[in-house]
């Protein structure tokens, strides 16, 4: 599986941007996919989680801004921002669970930098 995402850039506060994340596979075979982001010198933090059956949830400073969403047809993984704050600025990554022989694999995306000017 191969994971790209896409869509950074740089967005004045309180604008929206939408990421992309494409997979080479089906993501109806995923158990789980999440956004994360990072800043330099920072952990790298969880923001969006989607399920399976669809279910979601989010990190506590992007709830009510960020919408996590799906495309199994297109085996397309979304993130919908809105309301950015210049802290919102990072490196978003994409990454997917996959059950493989009763473990549990992840998959990374290479990162895309979002710049949230003030």
């Known amino acids: 599986v191969q994971l790209q995402a896409s869509g950074g850039g740089l967005v004045q506060a309180g604008r929206s941007l939408t990421l992309s994340c494409a997979s080479s596979?089906?993501?109806?075979?995923?158990?789980?996919t999440r956004w994360y982001r990072q800043v330099p010198g920072k952990q790298r933090e969880v923001v969006a989680t989607?399920?399976?059956?669809?279910?979601?949830d989010y990190a506590d400073s992007v709830k009510g801004r960020f919408t996590i969403s799906k495309d199994n047809a297109r085996n397309l993984v979304y993130l919908q921002m809105s309301s950015l704050k210049p802290e919102d600025t990072a490196v978003y990554y994409c990454?997917?669970?996959?059950?493989?022989?009763?473990?549990?694999?992840?998959?990374w995306g290479q990162g895309t930098l979002v710049t949230v000017s003030s």
């Open positions: 990454k997917a669970e996959k059950y493989y022989r009763g473990t549990l694999v992840d998959y």
């Open positions: 989607i399920t399976s059956g669809g279910m979601t």
């Open positions: 596979g089906s993501i109806s075979s995923f158990s789980a």
